[in-house]
């Protein structure tokens, strides 16, 4: 009998054990964001955490009670009514409660998916940093069109500027995830898409590939290195002088199957993220319908055009390519 | 010639693995002493005439579980090895192929090999004998339906030791899954493992959905049917609409792969976001096809063990229809991170939501069936009780996940993988086992051990908290699924090393379910009058395990709970039941047809699988040959004499005093 007692007193203890572990260790990523998207994210995530708490918590006290009050022992007094099975009052009551809940986290969710919507501006008084990402088996490519370097599995971006993320994949699809900036977006081959995050601090940020795509994606793992616009200027001019520069030929050698160190390049082939891109689709017309945005319809004019004329019509003003 | 065959060999069969290779040995093995002791028994034709050949519904219910609890075995000792991989950071006891196989199997022998035949195991078993029937609508069918179920999960079980096992995950996105990237013959397994049992599939859907319009013993009407029953109605009616998506994506992939079709490679034009769409347009309400059942169980045990009738019936029929509806309008909701647009997002993540509030429903119900009950704690109870906390929280991560630009994070982590066995184990897992307890004395006339059941019960339970929970953290920590390994910095090993004793928890939890079962069966606890749990259904009116006409005379039906009635009845007019007229009674005859057109069509997969058209194309002309045999058979039934009928029933009722 005592023994019954103790391993029926355990489950709840031990989900209490839980709760302190998991409120003790609160430094996890997603709940420790260090940028705006992050950290409406948390924000969201915190306000339907509350939602649902409101029915889970009486749910779980009610089960409780009723399961102690009304089991089968000698003595027990609680009332037995074995034919009472139905009440309109109640029913009405408890099918309201959850839609009341569901609607209002419905309000919540409309609002939060157009202003999280991954490929809306952030608003800043700085310009954007443009930074295009490409998923290889196994491996990132990151290329920055403006500043014409690209580096492999190692991002550096300056603080408090918005970055725009522009993802393609040269490979089956994966993710491209920071969860301390923010959530993550596919990457899939023949499409381009957006995604603005921001660091609001300097320091380093684990950047990794959420979506599996074959036998070492867990590898695809980087660091983002947030640092103040010097240093990210100072990281631009050190990389502009390494030996290594990014050509097609290289392009096709990396994109091959593979793990990968860190790696830089001085320079970058023209309009190689649009030819990535544009790659599975050429002389089709474009597929799309999925992913918004201007980029997608950016997409739909590269997919489209098949000569590197039309590229330089593309809505990439800002793209300067170093020769 | 001799290295020709060494290099043939070495393609064929799985090798260079320790684990693998004892695997091999152990299902050498196990395959010779199963042989022998048939022989030595001489039990061969007993085999034959009264198992595989076996058209009863009741039997058919008995393999399909069999089967499962292997599965479960199978799908459960791959969880331990992802455990076990994932316990330590930097860990190499599993390489990356290796896992990526491991998770990938892991994942479709669960749901599709272990739930899906459990599920149809208690259908079988249960649902003629709730609703007064002495068969299913198509008995022949039936017994298709479980074999092309049995050769399908053999031919994608071989590919572990023959051939590769797929490494694709458990829903094989292309381009991953097409032959650019999976040139091996493991995606031919998943397609042509997957493709054969999900035609037993959708038959079965289609053979319960008539069996329960048409065959329903008299006076009981579509609102007077148990609630399991209408549980499996639901539960069909996603079958029937889902699973041809999914035989016709399955098709598709094939035909990339073997004729070098575009349907999901760009660069022939087609889409790989069309397989992502129409998976997920079977794959998402195929988790409510399993778990809607689950409901349908979880009814049935509230109400028989609080001794009181179920709360809010019309509500929880109304509920459960309303889910089977809703469920195909979620599917997008697995992909809000591929840039489907904010009014997209918005409408899949309300449709979503929208579940919780029918599901939450029917939660209150269950609750408030036990509120002035009187509860007794036998093992299907306490499975039931332990469920509604259990899926309560499953159920508020997943609204959490529906949220969707909250999803951005959860996407692919750890979290969603908390989730959904959250909602799987505690609310498919508890209530298939809730399920198995309560209806075993009726499948096998004897109870199982209580005490065992309830360490069984208790490990479970604790092993799920300490596995899942931590999950949930490892995923807003930024671990993701799929990942076989991590570094030492990243801080996940201690929640990770705590996941994985709670899996071993639950894996003991298994041994003491296998040792419960030996136990019982050495120590009989019979089931003298049929009635063990005092039910409420019509199940309980007729003898353990039921005669094979299941109904000497079919019972009329005035009530909801029509057998809870009768008992009543009786008490109150202190007479038993009024004497019977017995009458000769119509039943099938078995056949040996469906046995061998699925063992024909396990051939024909193994051919397409690895191309050899010269096993392929005679394999389908065998199933043609049986299909023109079993269309000119036309001596398929026959009648048991009322004498007989009435000499059996003596007899049960003899082993009653």
Same mark, same amino acid.
């Given at each position: 009998m005592k023994k019954r007692k103790l391993v029926r007193a355990l489950l709840p203890l031990m989900m209490i054990a839980f709760i302190v572990v998991l409120s003790g260790c609160s430094q996890a990523m997603v709940l420790d964001p260090k940028g705006p998207v992050g950290a409406e994210q948390k924000d969201l995530i915190m306000i339907s955490t509350v939602l649902c708490t409101i029915i889970l918590v009486p749910v779980l006290a009610l089960t409780a009670w009723i399961v102690w009050r009304y089991r089968d022992k000698a003595g027990n007094k609680a009332s037995y009514k074995p034919n009472w099975a139905h009440s309109t009052t109640l029913e009405v009551v408890w099918w309201a409660i959850p839609i009341i809940i569901i609607a209002t986290l419905a309000v919540v969710t409309v609002r939060y998916t157009h202003a999280l919507e991954p490929s809306k501006p952030l608003k800043s008084d700085k310009a954007p940093i443009t930074i295009q990402v490409t998923s290889l088996d196994w491996k990132w490519l990151f290329t920055y069109p403006e500043q014409g370097i690209a580096t492999v599995n190692y991002l550096q971006i300056p603080e408090d500027t918005p970055i725009k993320f522009e993802l393609t994949s040269d490979a089956p699809m994966n993710s491209f995830w920071v969860p301390q900036l923010g959530g993550q977006i596919y990457t899939m081959s023949g499409m381009a898409m957006t995604l603005y995050l921001q660091a609001d601090e300097i320091g380093h940020y684990f950047g990794t590939g959420a979506n599996f795509s074959g036998e070492h994606f867990a590898d695809m793992t980087f660091d983002v290195n947030a640092t103040s616009q010097q240093d990210f200027e100072e990281f631009i001019a050190k990389t502009k002088k390494v030996p290594t520069k990014l050509t097609m030929e290289s392009y096709e050698a990396l994109a091959k199957p593979g793990k990968s160190g860190v790696q830089y390049f001085s320079a970058i082939p023209d309009g190689l993220f649009e030819k990535v891109v544009t790659k599975y689709t050429k002389g089709q017309s474009a597929h799309s319908g999925h992913g918004s945005g201007e980029t997608t319809t950016e997409a739909k004019k590269a997919s489209g055009s098949e000569t590197s004329k039309d590229m330089d019509k593309m809505d990439h003003s800002q793209m300067k390519m170093t020769k | 010639?001799?290295?020709?065959? @060494?290099?043939?060999?070495?393609?064929?069969?799985?090798?260079?693995?320790?684990?693998?290779?004892?695997?091999?040995?152990?299902?050498?093995?196990?395959?010779?002493?199963?042989?022998?002791?048939?022989?030595?028994?001489? @039990?061969?034709?007993?085999?034959?005439?009264?198992?595989?050949?076996?058209?009863?519904?009741?039997?058919?219910?008995?393999?399909?579980?069999?089967?499962?609890?292997?599965?479960?075995?199978?799908?459960?000792?791959?969880?331990?090895?992802?455990?076990?991989?994932?316990?330590?950071?930097?860990?190499?006891?599993?390489?990356?192929?290796?896992?990526?196989?491991?998770?990938?199997?892991?994942?479709?022998?669960?749901?599709?090999?272990?739930?899906?035949?459990?599920?149809?195991?208690?259908?079988?078993?249960?649902?003629?004998?709730?609703?007064?029937?002495?068969?299913?609508?198509?008995?022949?069918?039936?017994?298709?339906?479980?074999?092309?179920?049995?050769?399908?999960?053999?031919?994608?079980?071989?590919?572990?030791?023959?051939?590769?096992?797929?490494?694709?995950?458990?829903?094989?996105?292309?381009?991953?899954?097409?032959?650019?990237?999976?040139?091996?013959?493991?995606?031919?397994?998943?397609?042509?493992?997957?493709?054969?049992?999900?035609?037993?599939?959708?038959?079965?859907?289609?053979?319960?959905?008539?069996?329960?319009?048409?065959?329903?013993?008299?006076?009981?009407?579509?609102?007077?049917?148990?609630?399991?029953?209408?549980?499996?109605?639901?539960?069909?009616?996603?079958?029937?609409?889902?699973?041809?998506?999914?035989?016709?994506?399955?098709?598709?992939?094939?035909?990339?792969?073997?004729?070098?079709?575009?349907?999901?490679?760009?660069?022939?034009?087609?889409?790989?976001?069309?397989?992502?769409?129409?998976?997920?347009?079977?794959?998402?309400?195929?988790?409510?096809?399993?778990?809607?059942?689950?409901?349908?169980?979880?009814?049935?045990?509230?109400?028989?063990?609080?001794?009181?009738?179920?709360?809010?019936? @019309?509500?929880?029929?109304?509920?459960?229809?309303?889910?089977?509806?809703?469920?195909?309008?979620?599917?997008?909701?697995?992909?809000?991170?591929?840039?489907?647009?904010?009014?997209?997002?918005?409408?899949?993540?309300?449709?979503?939501?929208?579940?919780?509030?029918?599901?939450?429903?029917?939660?209150?119900?269950?609750?408030?069936?036990?509120?002035?009950?009187?509860?007794?704690?036998?093992?299907?109870?306490?499975?039931?009780?332990?469920?509604?906390?259990?899926?309560?929280?499953?159920?508020?991560?997943?609204?959490?996940?529906?949220?969707?630009?909250?999803?951005?994070?959860?996407?692919?982590?750890?979290?969603?993988?908390?989730?959904?066995?959250?909602?799987?184990?505690?609310?498919?897992?508890?209530?298939?086992?809730?399920?198995?307890?309560?209806?075993?004395? @009726?499948?096998?006339?004897?109870?199982?051990?209580?005490?065992?059941?309830?360490?069984a019960f208790w490990l479970w339970n604790i092993g799920f908290y300490v596995c899942f929970m931590p999950q949930y953290f490892l995923g807003l920590d930024g671990m993701t699924r799929r990942t076989y390994t991590y570094d030492f910095d990243m801080g996940w090993g201690p929640l990770n090393l705590v996941s994985t004793v709670g899996g071993f928890l639950m894996g003991v939890g298994f041994i003491f379910q296998v040792w419960q079962i030996a136990h019982s069966i050495k120590f009989r606890e019979a089931d003298v009058n049929g009635d063990p749990w005092e039910g409420r259904t019509l199940e309980w009116s007729i003898p353990s395990p039921a005669p094979i006409y299941n109904f000497a005379v079919l019972p009329q039906v005035s009530e909801a709970d029509a057998w809870w009635e009768e008992k009543e009845k009786r008490a109150a007019s202190g007479k038993s039941a009024a004497p019977i007229v017995y009458e000769p009674i119509h039943m099938p005859k078995n056949s040996a047809i469906p046995f061998i057109i699925s063992t024909f069509w396990f051939f024909a997969g193994f051919g397409f699988v690895w191309g050899w058209m010269w096993l392929t194309i005679p394999a389908l002309i065998g199933v043609g040959i049986c299909m023109i045999a079993r269309s000119f058979s036309y001596d398929t039934d026959y009648y048991i004499p009322a004498d007989e009928v009435k000499r059996t029933e003596a007899a049960l009722k003899g082993a009653k005093l």
């Open positions: - | 010639m001799l290295d020709k065959i @060494k290099q043939f060999a070495s393609e064929f069969f799985v090798t260079g693995d320790p684990l693998i290779l004892g695997a091999q040995v152990s299902i050498g093995l196990s395959m010779v002493a199963m042989i022998f002791v048939l022989t030595y028994f001489r @039990k061969w034709g007993w085999l034959w005439k009264e198992w595989l050949t076996s058209v009863d519904h009741k039997r058919i219910g008995i393999m399909y579980i069999i089967c499962s609890i292997m599965m479960l075995f199978r799908g459960g000792v791959d969880a331990l090895l992802m455990r076990l991989q994932l316990a330590m950071p930097n860990s190499e006891f599993l390489q990356a192929d290796h896992y990526n196989q491991i998770f990938t199997t892991h994942g479709v022998i669960m749901i599709l090999f272990m739930a899906m035949p459990l599920m149809f195991g208690l259908f079988n078993i249960v649902v003629p004998l709730q609703i007064g029937a002495r068969d299913v609508a198509y008995p022949f069918l039936n017994s298709l339906s479980f074999w092309m179920f049995f050769w399908g999960a053999m031919l994608f079980n071989v590919s572990f030791v023959i051939g590769g096992s797929p490494d694709a995950g458990w829903l094989s996105y292309p381009p991953l899954s097409e032959l650019s990237h999976s040139p091996g013959v493991g995606q031919n397994f998943y397609i042509w493992g997957i493709q054969i049992s999900g035609i037993g599939s959708l038959a079965t859907g289609i053979n319960f959905i008539v069996t329960i319009l048409k065959m329903r013993a008299p006076g009981m009407k579509l609102m007077k049917m148990p609630m399991f029953t209408w549980s499996v109605f639901s539960s069909c009616i996603m079958i029937i609409f889902a699973f041809p998506i999914l035989t016709v994506t399955l098709a598709l992939l094939f035909l990339d792969r073997f004729l070098g079709a575009h349907f999901f490679t760009l660069d022939g034009g087609g889409n790989p976001m069309m397989y992502i769409n129409l998976i997920w347009m079977w794959g998402h309400p195929e988790v409510y096809i399993v778990v809607v059942p689950a409901f349908g169980i979880f009814s049935e045990i509230v109400s028989t063990f609080s001794k009181k009738k179920l709360f809010g019936y @019309k509500s929880m029929v109304f509920a459960m229809l309303i889910i089977s509806l809703l469920s195909f309008f979620t599917w997008a909701h697995h992909f809000f991170t591929m840039g489907s647009g904010a009014n997209v997002n918005a409408f899949f993540a309300i449709s979503t939501m929208l579940i919780a509030i029918p599901t939450g429903a029917k939660v209150f119900n269950w609750l408030f069936t036990m509120y002035r009950g009187k509860i007794r704690f036998t093992t299907p109870m306490m499975w039931t009780v332990a469920f509604i906390p259990c899926f309560v929280i499953g159920g508020m991560t997943g609204v959490l996940l529906s949220v969707a630009p909250a999803d951005f994070q959860f996407h692919n982590s750890y979290f969603l993988i908390a989730h959904f066995h959250q909602v799987l184990i505690g609310g498919v897992a508890f209530g298939y086992f809730a399920g198995l307890y309560y209806w075993w004395p @009726k499948m096998f006339g004897f109870k199982l051990n209580e005490h065992l059941g309830k360490w």
